[in-house]
């Protein structure tokens, strides 16, 4: 059964960093490609960053670009999300969801991501 979980969140001052991971215990993982999605108190979510099962392709928002890394250990089963230069609008819960099978893009839309995390919180202060 898949089971995504995202570890790494926590507090940070505005400018710091943190690296978020996403796991998962199926071998199966590997060959899928990964977004990372945030949703703060009364937003929707939000996309963040994905990549591709051969980490030869991402996508991110204009929001992160130049600030976050996504990227991938297959034999780790991992997927990783480097946020530096922090800004308290990054505030959010950060979620990593899979994208389904045969998507050959990596698409900004949640509904697109099947499996999905139960979320770390990330909290940036001024």
């Known amino acids: 059964q898949v089971q995504l979980v995202e570890s790494g969140g926590g507090l940070v001052q505005a400018g710091g960093s943190l690296r978020l991971s996403c796991t998962d215990s199926?071998?199966?993982?590997?060959?899928?490609?990964v977004g990372w999605f945030r949703q703060a108190p009364g937003k929707e979510r939000e996309f963040v960053a994905a990549?591709?099962?051969?980490?030869?392709?991402?996508n991110y928002a204009d929001s992160v670009k130049g600030r976050f890394i996504i990227s991938r250990d297959n034999a780790q089963n991992t997927v990783y999300l480097q946020m530096n230069s922090l800004k308290p609008s990054d505030t959010a819960v950060y979620y990593c969801?899979?994208?389904?099978?045969?998507?050959?893009?990596?698409?900004?839309?949640?509904?697109?991501?099947?499996?999905w995390g139960q979320g770390a919180q990330v909290t940036v202060s001024e």
């Open positions: 969801a899979r994208l389904r099978a045969g998507t050959r893009y990596l698409p900004e839309t949640p509904r697109l991501y099947d499996y």
């Open positions: 199926t071998r199966s993982f590997n060959v899928y490609a």
């Open positions: 990549i591709n099962w051969s980490a030869d392709n991402t």
